[in-house]
């Protein structure tokens, strides 16, 4: 099955608002990196968590491998934000890798 | 700094032709991976190189796939004979592996087979 599971799928906000996004994975993992894909599809790093948390402005992600989870909340929600987010956790099957969820398309309106 | 560059950015194919996409990594970075990326799905693993040795490339379909980074520096990945299924968008990343592996994306190549 699925080792990373990301939600909402979608999600919708209004400018000014804040919500966030959750991961949460099958089994103990390493780390935990945030992506946003910018407007020309590229996978922009937000953050990289090895336990703990993070915050780079409007953005604020944890990470409890213990518990088995990462989240990212955006507050104070801009136009410029919306976009697909992924996290992907280092698993380790064979060797370290990234295992990426399935992503949550933000849509921030007006 | 220069990031992760790819080419082509985009690449349209009949069945059974073969295709090439080349990847530069961030300079200094000794670590590549090669990823698929099915429309509306996260991105999956290849393969993987350290230097120029595959460290991982157990998801790589070997019959029509093959991955190379011969100097450890730019590496190719070559579908002999592609098929509708693999219509994705194919990323290449890099990293220095020390202990916090941040993984750095470039654009991608988006292929799609007729």
């Known amino acids: 099955g699925d080792q990373v599971e990301q939600s909402p799928s979608a999600l919708s906000l209004h400018e000014g608002t804040g919500s966030a996004l959750r991961c949460n994975f099958t089994?103990?993992?390493?780390?935990v990196q945030w992506f946003r894909k910018n407007s020309r599809g590229s996978l922009i790093n937000l953050f990289y968590?090895?336990?703990g948390t993070k915050e780079n402005g409007r953005l604020k992600s944890a990470f409890d491998s213990k518990e088995r989870y990462s989240t990212l909340h955006i507050r104070d929600a801009q136009l410029e934000d919306s976009g697909t987010y992924f996290c992907?956790?280092?698993?380790?099957?064979?060797?370290?890798?990234?295992?990426f969820g399935s992503g949550t398309q933000l849509t921030v309106m007006p | 700094e220069a990031g992760v560059t790819q080419s082509p950015r985009y690449a349209v194919l009949q069945e059974g032709q073969a295709v090439s996409f080349w990847c530069d990594p961030i300079?200094?970075?000794?670590?590549l991976y090669w990823y698929q990326q099915p429309r509306d799905q996260g991105p999956q693993l290849l393969v993987y190189?350290?230097?120029?040795?595959?460290?991982?490339n157990s998801q790589l379909p070997s019959d029509r796939f093959s991955a190379v980074r011969p100097k450890g520096t730019n590496s190719t990945l070559k579908i002999q004979s592609a098929k509708q299924g693999d219509t994705a968008t194919y990323l290449c990343?890099?990293?220095?592996?020390?202990?916090?592996?941040?993984?750095?994306f470039g654009p991608g190549t988006r292929l799609l087979v007729l």
């Open positions: 968590l090895a336990s």
């Open positions: 990343a890099s990293s220095f592996s020390n202990n916090q592996d941040t993984q750095y």
């Open positions: 089994t103990t993992m390493r780390a």
């Open positions: 992907a956790a280092e698993a380790f099957s064979g060797s370290w890798q990234l295992i």
């Open positions: 300079s200094g970075h000794d670590t």
């Open positions: 190189f350290r230097d120029e040795a595959v460290i991982d």
